[in-house]
């Protein structure tokens, strides 16, 4: 059986920022910023005022999500303890490991969310529903 994850296990990194008079680049490589190998790469952008996104939590995928432009939260949950991530620069991350509950909230107005996936999409190593991931904890 898998370690229980936390929401203590959610880690926000901060990414190098090379600054030139040109203006700034922060490179993402796999297992080296981040601790996985990227397969996919989305960006989630027009969130009306107000609106949340995610509210899920993933079975097998590891996520990393950056504020590439504007600001929101998220909120993290492990079944037991809740914990909100504030992200409002392109050089921090935050990184979530499976059999997190996690959604996006406040997203400020021109907000861009990028967000790097460990796995390619698929809708069945997805869990939607919160009473669902509760009943299933023990398993993630």
Not at 54 to 75: N, T, V
Not at 109 to 117: H, K, N
Request: charged share 25%; proline share 5%.
């Amino acid at each position: 059986m898998r370690k229980k994850v936390s929401v203590y296990d959610c880690s926000v990194i901060e990414l190098p920022k090379l600054h030139d008079r040109a203006g700034n680049i922060t490179p993402v490589t796999n297992n080296i910023e981040i601790p996985f190998d990227v397969k996919r790469i989305f960006y989630i952008y027009d969130i009306p005022g107000g609106e949340g996104r995610g509210a899920h939590a993933h079975k097998e995928c590891h996520q990393f999500l950056i504020a590439a432009s504007g600001s929101f939260e998220i909120e993290l949950n492990d079944g037991t303890t809740q914990r909100t991530v504030m992200l409002n620069r392109p050089y921090y991350g935050l990184h979530i490991p499976p059999g997190i509950w996690a959604a996006e909230k406040g997203f400020s107005s021109g907000a861009i969310c990028l967000v790097l996936t460990s796995h390619g999409y698929n809708a069945d190593y997805y869990i939607r529903e919160y009473e669902e991931y509760i009943k299933s904890r023990d398993e993630l």
